[in-house]
């Protein structure tokens, strides 16, 4: 019987090393939970203090942690199925993290764990079979090469469909930097390359199954929040309603009347086609049924199909906004179906499609400028609008085929590096990391998530402050801004953390969300606790970056967003100037207590926060 002073934990982590072929469980340390809550925050700290600097990503050296948390496998809305990958991301070479749903994180739950760690390098391709409490390392010959859909159908034939998996695609074996790891029921642990890094481990997949059940602190407490979570997320009119409906897909109609649609590799603003490649079209024409993680009650993922033409067959479930948007306006391809093949192939080949979508989008701009011959993309027509072309690219992206695969497979980044000739400046990438698809010089505010974010470029980390600002009617002015950032972070690491999906923070507010943890947990959980371990977290985050290098000039945007003004739209002629983004960075890092000439943490913050062992290893390491 475990002496764990916190209910709502399994109290325990696996830790695997592929090397040896040994597994040992070590318990869950009670100060750790308390001051990193789980799953982002959990994910964070191992990464600190178990990888650190100058670890190559793709050695054996580098971990591949998989976390749950508190609210895992419970009934809040969202959240039962939530679990996070955290690793050194061989995309960036920084912090990397990926949030996912899907059935694994709770089959993980059941099966006695919080979280695995896995470590070293298999000697030939491997799958992991857990069952509560029981690991054994399988070989994966006979699955490595296959696709996602067809490797998991055989797994979980093989061992039984109560069995629950993630799995790589040929991209994460052939050490893609852009492949993510998808879970069997499509669910996409997408960015920073995390598919690359289990690759790397020549780990195939994680099969799953457990039978334990959730304990609570206090079931009425827990229930009477519950009900209040549920009261939110109801039947009565407003937005989330509205949501449940659309899902992210009325994305593209909305950012394009904004003039925020990244559209032609962020050369413009808006897409005369956006109408076509969103909601309400798309459920008229495309949508067969709303579905959603699992348990997940407010169903806002579109299971797509279609029906006719050379992609007649293509289902998936999405595509969702960000997919919509890196490839239909990014690449201007005004065809859904198009989109929904691409959606499914990178879902099939395990690819983010995001970094893909916005690596391909850059490669058209690069052949249409002269920048790349046709030749070095294998004879393929990838041209603006061209449909067969971002197909083709796809395949031959995922197995690193041909030229065109030696230069695209590993994100944009790389490939204006290889280029060169002027194309680094549409290679619209922060630190690595394709960004999330918000025109910031529409919405400034969200030019410092882009820029600063934990994870590089991405629209997730630090929240999306144009769904705040441009409602505010903010959105042109830098003014203010890292405090909005502040506060959109910290919303976002909390939700990450316990885990919930991003898309419940405006039902599950924060004070709500700490009245669950601590009717869950026992743990006593104010709003100011919850607020605190997310700065924490956040400046945890921070300091693991610091330690790789990291410096203020690093918090920067692709030149086409600091030096181009928007050509179209209702911003025509807005700029993001560089002073704007800098005011924005100074406000950030005095609001985080991060030092405003370098953007490392202060001492006095890490100490502060509970974190002076992290203030003595950025001081080994020279940053302090
Ligand atoms: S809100 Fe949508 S994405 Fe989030 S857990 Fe529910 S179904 Fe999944």
């Known amino acids: 019987m475990s002496d764990f002073k916190y209910k709502g934990y399994c109290s325990k982590l696996l830790r695997v090393n592929l090397t040896s072929q040994t597994a040992s469980e070590e318990p869950l340390n009670e100060s750790d939970v308390e001051?990193?809550?789980?799953?982002?925050?959990?994910?964070?700290?191992?990464?600190?203090?178990e990888v650190k600097e100058g670890v190559e990503p793709l050695s054996p050296e580098n971990k591949l942690i998989i976390t749950t948390g508190p609210l895992t496998g419970t009934r809040v809305p969202t959240s039962t199925n939530r679990f996070v990958i955290t690793t050194k991301s061989p995309l960036t070479g920084i912090y990397g993290f990926s949030v996912s749903g899907g059935a694994f994180g709770l089959e993980l739950k059941k099966a006695g764990y919080d979280g695995l760690v896995i470590e070293g390098k298999a000697n030939k391709p491997t799958y992991l079979q857990i069952e509560d409490g029981e690991l054994h390392f399988r070989d994966a010959g006979w699955l490595w090469g296959i696709p996602v859909f067809e490797a998991t159908r055989l797994l979980r034939e093989t061992l039984g469909y109560d069995y629950r998996t993630i799995m790589i695609g040929p991209s994460g074996e052939k050490l893609v930097k852009i492949a993510g790891i998808i879970s069997d029921d499509r669910r996409a642990s997408?960015?920073?390359?995390?598919?690359?890094?289990?690759?790397?481990k020549l780990l195939k997949a994680v099969a799953v199954k457990g039978s334990k059940e959730y304990t609570f602190a206090d079931p009425a407490k827990f229930d009477e929040a519950l009900k209040e979570a549920f009261k939110n997320i109801g039947i009565q009119p407003g937005p989330w309603k509205e949501f449940r409906q659309t899902g992210t897909q009325s994305g593209p109609i909305k950012n394009n009347a904004w003039g925020i649609l990244p559209t032609a590799n962020w050369r413009e603003s808006v897409f005369d086609k956006a109408a076509e490649i969103s909601y309400p079209l798309l459920r008229e024409r495309f949508v067969v049924k709303d579905t959603g993680c699992n348990q997940c009650p407010i169903r806002c993922t579109k299971l797509t199909l279609v029906k006719d033409g050379p992609y007649a067959g293509a289902a998936t479930d999405g595509p969702e906004y960000e997919t919509i948007y890196a490839?239909?306006?990014?690449c201007k391809i005004g065809d859904p179906r198009p989109i929904i093949a691409a959606d499914m192939l990178c879902d099939d080949l395990g690819l983010d499609t995001m970094s893909t979508g916005l690596t391909i989008a850059w490669a058209m701009e690069a052949l249409e400028k002269n920048a790349i011959s046709k030749s070095e993309l294998d004879g393929l027509n990838l041209r603006f609008g061209s449909d067969e072309g971002l197909l083709n690219a796809i395949k031959k992206m995922a197995y690193r085929d041909g030229a065109l695969g030696k230069l695209l497979s590993d994100g944009v980044r790389e490939a204006a590096r290889k280029v060169g000739k002027g194309s680094e400046s549409y290679a619209m990438h922060v630190k690595g990391l394709e960004i999330g698809g918000y025109d910031p010089r529409g919405s400034k505010g969200q030019g410092l998530v882009l820029a600063a974010g934990s994870r590089g470029g991405c629209h997730h980390a630090y929240g999306v402050a144009s769904f705040v600002e441009i409602p505010q009617g903010t959105a042109t002015s830098a003014k203010g801004k890292g405090l909005l950032v502040k506060g959109t972070l910290r919303v976002r690491v909390m939700i990450d953390s316990s885990p919930l999906c991003a898309f419940a923070a405006s039902r599950v507010p924060p004070p709500l969300l700490a009245r669950l943890i601590s009717a869950a947990t026992g743990m006593e959980m104010q709003l100011s606790d919850l607020e605190r371990a997310a700065d924490r977290i956040a400046t945890l985050e921070r300091a693991y970056n610091a330690r790789e290098g990291v410096r203020r000039e690093h918090d920067t945007l692709p030149d086409r967003l600091l030096k181009e003004a928007v050509p179209d739209g209702p911003n025509k002629g807005a700029v993001l100037t560089p002073e704007e983004l800098e005011l924005m960075k100074t406000e950030l890092y005095e609001a985080m207590g991060w030092d405003t000439s370098t953007g490392i943490p202060k001492r006095s913050t890490l100490e502060a926060l509970g974190l002076a062992d992290v203030a003595?290893?950025?001081a080994r390491a020279g940053c302090l």
């Open 327 to 330: 490839f239909g306006s990014a």
């Open 190 to 200: 997408a960015r920073c390359g995390v598919g690359a890094v289990m690759g790397s």
């Open 35 to 49: 001051r990193f809550i789980g799953g982002r925050g959990l994910g964070a700290k191992i990464l600190f203090d």
């Open 616 to 618: 003595s290893d950025l």
